[in-house]
């Protein structure tokens, strides 16, 4: 454990970047099968529980379920450790600072990661927790039928305007986490390029805009169009 | 021109210190803003007062020595130059301008708007040199070397030192002198030999000296006044990189 805060700058930054690829990648997956929440074809229901049971029931995403906690973990920690050396840093502060010509959401990376993090402790709550039987399912008007039927526990929960609106605004904070994190992880690594680094760049303000949005449908459709 | 300076007083590196507010009049807007400084330090004597320690010395934008954090912007709000190359036409008349010295706990304040930038050297005496002697100018030629490298050795090269990158850095950190000075002997023949070594004792050394983290956020190329570039940061991480996974665990 010592050892892991005792890692240089850098490769605490390597971590973070690789933790942080790990965990985009894990997001797309993750709406993916989100959508399918949505009427987009006709059979979504049945598609959407047949990729719960695959998610959960598959050895292979079982292991991966393991890096993934881990991935979050070292992230956050990482994020956290990083975040009070930086503080550090700068024991008396300027009268007038941030005056320079910077990426804007960089500034408020632990602010939208706490938020983020607020946001993943109910998501896990709701859904993961639920899942393990270690909580109740979200009650509402669709019948649970068991602790893996994520799609009633869904519309329980989205049939609350509130909850719905919380999540739609926690999501955009998620993008705004997003938008800096993309480009950040490949700076990190060293991956910096004048022929890549503007479409890398480009890529991760898309990145940060489809995903959130998609996340936001679902959402959307429970308060306007169920 | 009239100016309502707001400047950091502090007497010795243990002393609280504080701003206070002073009044110049009559300043040319061709006037350099140490010209300005020196104004008023010989109003202040004239006055029986203290004068207002800064640190400076070529006034011509290569020593790297003037730093000051001028209207929340290191070296001020021109961008590409120091503070000595900065004109007070750069400042609107009557108006209030604000003068800290560097903030970080890697550069304590000794005296008003100077700080004590020695960690800048102990980085480099962790590695910033080539062991052996290279050869003079002609002996340069025997070793050729690709224009693009040249180049890129140079405009890295082009870093002075001020530690604007680290005031700029809402984290202190010091990533953009580290990487300028390891990119600049990394892409040339002569540097490549101690390469790995290098990066690992700049980086290790700048770790121990208090400067902050990286977190991407590029205010140090914004304020750099050489324009020094950040893909020199992504190149060091590369660099580190390498080098960590292939050194031999113990070093001859």
Redesign the interface.
Known sequence: MSKLLHY???????IMAIAGFFLMIFLVVHLGINLFILPIAENHIEIFREAVHFMTSNPLVKVMEIFLFAAFIIHILYGVI?QL??W????????????????YF??F?IHTAVIVFIFLVIHIMNFYLVKEGITKAPQGPAMVADNHDFYNMAINLFSNTTYSVLYILLIIVLGFHLN?AF??AF????????RY?PFIKLLGTIYSIVIPLGFILIPLYFIFLY | MNFTLKIWRQENPNAKGGFETYQLSDISADASFLEMLDILNEQLVMEGKVPVAFDHDCREGICGTCSLYINGRPHGPDSGITVCQMHMRNFKDGSTITIEPWRARAFPVIKDLMVDRQAFEKIIMAGGYISVNTGNAIDANSIPIPKQAAETAMDAAACIGCGACVAACKNASAMLFVSAKVSQFAVLPQGKIEAKRRVKNMVSRMDELGFGNCTNTYACEAECPKNISVSHIARMNREFFISKVTSPKKEV
């Open positions: 240089s700058s850098l490769t605490k930054k390597y990083l050396q930086n550090m840093a700068r024991p008396t502060r300027y009268k007038i600072e941030g005056w320079s010509h910077t990426s960089s500034k990376m800096h480009q950040s700076q990190s690594m060293g991956w910096n390029h004048s680094t």
